[in-house]
């Protein structure tokens, strides 16, 4: 399985691709520059959605899809990055389930990086995708989205604070027929000030939203 990387530059108001050609099939960089060329011979706007979706079909059709895809957004995690990928393989493949890992690279200036690249040279399981500078969280879960081949995705934070070992109990919800499952934190590390800033947070936006979100969830 060929590793693939993800470089987004800022283009107006979305992240284009800059380099995602996969150099080793011929047939498939040949169906990769006719999507490109017929996304700018019409002036697309929003490239990177559309090479998105596209590139799912370059992929190998003989190349099993994996069950599950884990998105994680990182920035500045380089003390966390190994434990975390040992603590969630460790959980996943005691479970036996067809897994990727998405590590989304949201513009790290320490060995983040780096250390990924490591470890997805020795597991082909794990996919990069770098971002060109810091765009955020949720843009970082985003493009992960993006690239998601699996038929469930989980999406986790890189500091640890989204323990990888109740995984499997998610799991177990989804394939009992649950399309969302999501966890509420019963407590809170941070400071009675933040901790009172999300509860007030949380209960404002389930007021303004036009859709039933849980109190105290994870997003």
């Given at each position: 399985?060929?590793?693939?990387?993800?470089?987004?530059?800022?283009?107006?108001?979305?992240?284009?691709?800059?380099?995602?050609?996969?150099?080793?099939?011929?047939?498939?960089a040949l169906r990769f520059c006719q999507l490109l060329a017929h996304l700018y011979d019409n002036h697309s706007v929003d490239a990177s959605s559309h090479l998105a979706a596209g590139f799912k079909s370059l992929q190998n059709p003989n190349e099993p899809v994996p069950e599950l895809s884990v998105v994680i957004p990182v920035f500045n995690e380089e003390e966390n990055v190994e434990l975390l990928y040992s603590r969630l393989v460790t959980v996943l493949e005691r479970i036996q389930i067809a897994f990727e890992i998405i590590f989304v690279d949201d513009g790290s200036n320490d060995a983040s990086l780096a250390t990924l690249q490591k470890l997805s040279a020795a597991d082909e399981r794990i996919q990069i995708v770098e971002l060109a500078r810091n765009f955020g969280h949720q843009v970082a879960i985003t493009a992960g989205l993006d690239f998601a081949r699996g038929h469930a995705v989980a999406v986790m934070d890189a500091d640890l604070q989204d323990p990888p070992e109740v995984l499997p109990q998610f799991i177990a919800k989804w394939r009992d027929g649950n399309d969302v499952v999501y966890a509420v934190r019963e407590q809170r590390k941070e400071g009675w000030l933040k901790r009172t800033s999300y509860a007030v947070f949380y209960r404002l936006l389930r007021h303004v939203s036009s859709i039933d979100i849980p109190l105290d969830a994870g997003d």
């Amino acid at each position: 399985m060929q590793k693939r990387g993800l470089e987004l530059r800022r283009a107006e108001d979305s992240y284009v691709p800059a380099a995602l050609i996969p150099t080793e099939d011929p047939q498939a960089a040949l169906r990769f520059c006719q999507l490109l060329a017929h996304l700018y011979d019409n002036h697309s706007v929003d490239a990177s959605s559309h090479l998105a979706a596209g590139f799912k079909s370059l992929q190998n059709p003989n190349e099993p899809v994996p069950e599950l895809s884990v998105v994680i957004p990182v920035f500045n995690e380089e003390e966390n990055v190994e434990l975390l990928y040992s603590r969630l393989v460790t959980v996943l493949e005691r479970i036996q389930i067809a897994f990727e890992i998405i590590f989304v690279d949201d513009g790290s200036n320490d060995a983040s990086l780096a250390t990924l690249q490591k470890l997805s040279a020795a597991d082909e399981r794990i996919q990069i995708v770098e971002l060109a500078r810091n765009f955020g969280h949720q843009v970082a879960i985003t493009a992960g989205l993006d690239f998601a081949r699996g038929h469930a995705v989980a999406v986790m934070d890189a500091d640890l604070q989204d323990p990888p070992e109740v995984l499997p109990q998610f799991i177990a919800k989804w394939r009992d027929g649950n399309d969302v499952v999501y966890a509420v934190r019963e407590q809170r590390k941070e400071g009675w000030l933040k901790r009172t800033s999300y509860a007030v947070f949380y209960r404002l936006l389930r007021h303004v939203s036009s859709i039933d979100i849980p109190l105290d969830a994870g997003d």
